[in-house]
């Protein structure tokens, strides 16, 4: 991969990881007060599928969408505002962070009731596919998700259809504190989707470069006519399921399996990788850090100061 | 052109018009449903579609409701105008989620940005033994939805009109089909016209009391209406509601500050229906108007059993609402003019089939 | 197999065959008002998969039921008076063709919603495992239930915790008037079982000596505790989806597929093979077609001459 | 022993002992959910559990709602008494087609054969920036349909009595808990208790007004009763409705018979309630004792947004009630005493969480 396409894959990895550490650094103020499902150590699979797409080529989200929203362009000034219940948030305040979206870069929206989006998804793709747009639309979820029957609804309508989509599945082994193998038998999820007749690749979703070969593979066949695709990526989740913290003394996993998620981080990993074609990466990631802060200061300053709604604001477009 | 000869079309057929029609003005109208291209086409709703407009706008669908509305939404957000069409309402049920939980609240929380322009057609079942799970009246569970529109015309004309209106109405509205109206024929305008979504239609004009009835109610409705005023003079107001969200609570107040009683005639249960809400507004806005309780003729609240044996009975007809009006008004029943009532309303045909051609099954 | 077994199975499709014949017959006289949808031609895997088990073994049915029912040991008698809606019907009346009930026999329920017995069939295989008993649950279900998400839920459960149950799928190729092809993508429905780590095997739905072993081995490995077992049987439905006739006049099927279908007759077939091992087969058959008039005789006289329920009747036993 | 100090818990922990308690006495009784055995155990309600029963009787669950509803009426069919929880009743939504097609008919259908005893427990969550689809308050809908019990308790007392009730009642029973309700502390005996299923309790006697309230607009009724008789020396009936379905009329009108006046305060949307059946089963048989139009107080019939900033004020509270009741009655405002309520209910801490030490998130 060349050093342009490296760097900006790591850029957008890490300004989403600064963005969240900003998030979890400022929650204790409760200025932001709303559920807030973190993406810390899963930036690899938003930054690595999204580099793929089109800014016309659409994606759905769910609970945990900042980092697939950010990695899409999502406009982040947009997405603190939201954070902040402000009338500058990408939803006026109405959603929070569990529903962001910025149809001007294709985030079609994140929801947080598990597999709401999937279908809207694949309806998105059959609109394409009917007025012969070679658009591709993309569903991001977890691995929790994947035991809602509607995906299963959906994925053999698109595979009957041969619809442009492309289901991304995060595993994180988790449903908030609950293992995959005490909700699901021992078989691989990706297996399931190729059974309904989708091509279907699982790769690891901490190596930004192996998503990104991978989902880059899928997108085209997708836009190709090749019809659905599904790509299962593993991964892990840092902090708690919802909110800003670590959360050891849960004890629902070991010390030892965390310092080993953590070894992994798809950051960390992948600049030493970079290190070795690009010399000068400490003076670039210093570079990039610093744009970052202050592109989240910005945000945060422009958030905390955005005009605040009123119970007023709360009674109005519930019919189009 | 007054003297041209008023051209007359099932509800089924004026169904059928609107959607080609709307199809043939609007490219991004699509069909979709369990049957929409067989040969049965949802009870000639949907004939000659497929032929005319071809795989690529009307389709049928695998059985998966909640997946395939969760599809029809992500169409509606993206230019298309899905109809989607349930051959029961009771299938309805597996597709809540969606309905609820993203058609609805899709465009109030996402600030305005984007809307469900979608239909969805669900169909009524009763009689011929359809039995506790395809014969429910739900329309209620969809009217206490804040983001829904959910319409039930009577008559073919609205039928075709409401659908129009559905149609290009841009938020999900549920289309209630009662299967007993498909038969009904009335004077339906070839022309492409709308009718309005949320407003009551008077059926019939009187002073004595006012009946506001849904959908295959405004039937029966109507019919004791009529039966009334030539046997007994008794002249009623007979409200149309045609749709449940929005509630047309204003029409109805505005026939109770003459009338005084209110009688609310629905196809569902008792308990828990838009029956019950629309008593609840209209005492709440016109308590002072009201000179006696107001009245709900419903079914029983007990799932409807398969045996005919059993359903005998277990709908209201013209006669529940006429004895209804009698009790309110107390009227003396020792006349000439009630035994002729009551000879007028007997039942006609089986009480389990629409009509007496009706050889089963459904 | 031995001349014993096959008289049994021969015996029990012939039976169901002319219980569907006899209804078909009287339909026109209205007094069986209610949906009704009849099972000829598919007789070989209600009698195949019936005939291995105990009477203690539960099975769940859908719209589609009769066959069910009677291959189960259901009473004959109870079944056509709750057609005819009487008093005496195994619902009392209230549930009509498409609501069966046996629980002597243990056919718990039929019910027409597609897919609502499913995970029904799960939790009795769940509480079976949960009290150790050695109990087998049977599910039958149509190509199109398996388009329903909650199979999949069901499936999931099921292989999560290796329940006793067995998924009987019958493929007669249509929902309705609709083609498989027109609601499935290309792919065969058992692997889909078996992608979610269940034991999963297809065969020809006509040839009952072929369902009954494949499912003994199934219905062996479910009671042994071998976890949820899934089996996709071949068919063809002779009649209109819904009623008593037969629908060539719809054209939806060219006659020479409806010739071809009606040439694999499992019982048909099945009298010639038996010849072959069975030389007074002829005679055997003779005695069976009387003894099974007479007993639909006297079911329909039972029927017939059932108490009529009333309104009053309806409006009870709404809460145990 | 009357000197013996009572034992107070919190309602949260009174559901966790109702359920222990009953496992103890039935080994049929299982229970199953997203969360039942993780380290947040579902708000405590399921604290220890699984340590003492283990895994054949306590369970998670996959994400697999509808699913998982018919799996557990499978279990009820066949000789258990599954309590399945779902941490948001915005999820049971997906749950619909069993709870409604099969749950509630099964019994009927089969004409009282089998029975499915099985408890769905459904959270309705509010504050904190839930969210549209993270705090509806669908009660209602379930109440509307024939062979389901509908309840939600108020205080830790009835919470542990009807969930004794429940897991006891041969049907289908929608235990609904309101979030915002965990957290409430009182005299909960430690003894193994029912309290009725379908009956209202009074929680506050007056004559001056009615007011029927559910879930936790139980609560802040009784806190507008109190400030009322205290500053204003105005008394109240306060109803603790307590079940949805069955719904418990006669109490209701037993106190409209004193008051002639009816308010009913519910934690729902305004149109399509529970509110609104209320409203008009009294109205259809007591309308001679209502002395005035009957009022409902409710969420406005918007989908509650999540800013913090949009929710500050739409929620009714004591002082809503407080101000109904004024209305109704009309009652001088230019009194101390008036003042002195005003100030007595000012809001204490943050009107978007239940209590001042909670830091979020939910
Ligand atoms: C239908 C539904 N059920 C349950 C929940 C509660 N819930 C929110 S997030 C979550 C975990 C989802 O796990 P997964 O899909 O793997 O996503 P992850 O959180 O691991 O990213 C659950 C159970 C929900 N929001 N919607
Ligand atoms: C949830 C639901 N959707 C649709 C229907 C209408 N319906 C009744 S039977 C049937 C066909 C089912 O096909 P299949 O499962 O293959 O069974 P078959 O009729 O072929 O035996 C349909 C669509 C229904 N009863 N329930
Ligand atoms: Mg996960
Ligand atoms: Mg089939």
Known sequence: MNAFTSTKLFRSMLRIRRVEEALAARYAEQEMRCPMHLCIGQEAIAVGVCENLEKTDLIFSNHRAHGHYLAKGGDLQAMVAELYGRSTGCCGGRGGSMHLIDLNVGFMGATPIVGGTVPLAVGAAWSASLRGRKQVTVVFFGDGCFEEGVLHEAMNFAALHKLPVVFVCENNDFSVYTRRNDRQPNRSIYKVAASHGIEAVSGNGNDVEEVMNIASQAIDNARNGNGPQFLEFETYRWLEHCGPNFDDELNYRSVVEMELGLSNCPIKGYKLKMAEKIPEVDVLVQNFESEIRKEIEEAFIFASSSKQPSLQDAMSKLYA | ?362
């Open chain 2, 1 to 362: 052109m007054p003297d041209k000869k008023l051209r007359k079309l099932s509800y089924a057929a004026a169904i059928r018009e609107a959607i080609d029609q709307s199809m043939e003005a609007d490219a991004n109208v699509i069909v979709i449903g369990e049957g929409v291209p067989d040969p049965k086409t949802i009870f000639g709703t949907t004939a000659g579609l497929y032929q005319k407009y071809g795989k690529s706008r009307v389709f049928d669908m695998p059985l998966s409701e909640n997946g395939l509305t969760g599809i029809c939404i992500g169409a509606a957000l993206t230019g298309m105008r899905p109809i989607m069409v349930h051959q029961r309402i009771d299938f309805a049920l597996l597709s809540m989620d969606q309905l609820v939980n993203n058609a609805a609240k899709w465009h109030y929380m996402f600030d305005g940005k984007a809307s469900v322009p979608m239909v969805v057609r669900m169909i009524i079942g009763r009689g011929w033994g359809q039995g506790p799970q395809h014969s429910q009246s739900l329309h209620a569970m969809f009217a206490q939805v804040p983001g829904l529109k959910v319409v039930m015309p009577t008559t073919a004309h609205d039928a075709k009109g409401m659908m129009i209106s559905a149609i290009e109405d841009n938020n999900p509205v549920i289309f209630i089909e009662h299967r007993w109206l498909h038969n009904v024929v009335d004077h339906v305008p070839e022309d492409y016209y709308r009718t309005p979504i949320g407003k009551a239609r008077l059926l019939h004009e009187g002073n004595a009391v006012t009946v506001a009835a849904f959908s295959y109610m405004a039937m029966e409705a109507l019919e004791a209406a009529r039966a009334l005023s030539a046997k007994m003079g008794i002249t009623i107001d007979v409200l149309d509601m045609r749709s449940a969200r929005p509630l047309d609570v204003g029409s109805v107040i505005y026939s109770v500050q003459k009338t005084g009683h209110l009688i609310v005639a629905d196809t569902a249960f008792q308990s828990g229906g838009i029956s019950g809400e629309l008593i609840c507004q209209v005492t709440e806005k016109a308590f002072k108007s009201l000179k006696s309780a107001p009245v709900r003729i419903t079914l029983p609240d007990f799932p409807v059993p398969t045996s005919h044996f059993m359903t005998n009975g277990f709908y209201p007809d013209p006669r529940t609402i006429v004895e209804t009006i009698i009790d309110i008004l107390n009227v003396d029943r020792k006349t000439d003019g009630y035994l002729e009532l009551c000879s007028a309303l007997l039942p006609r045909g089986n009480h389990d089939t629409p009509s007496r051609d009706f050889v089963g099954p459904f």
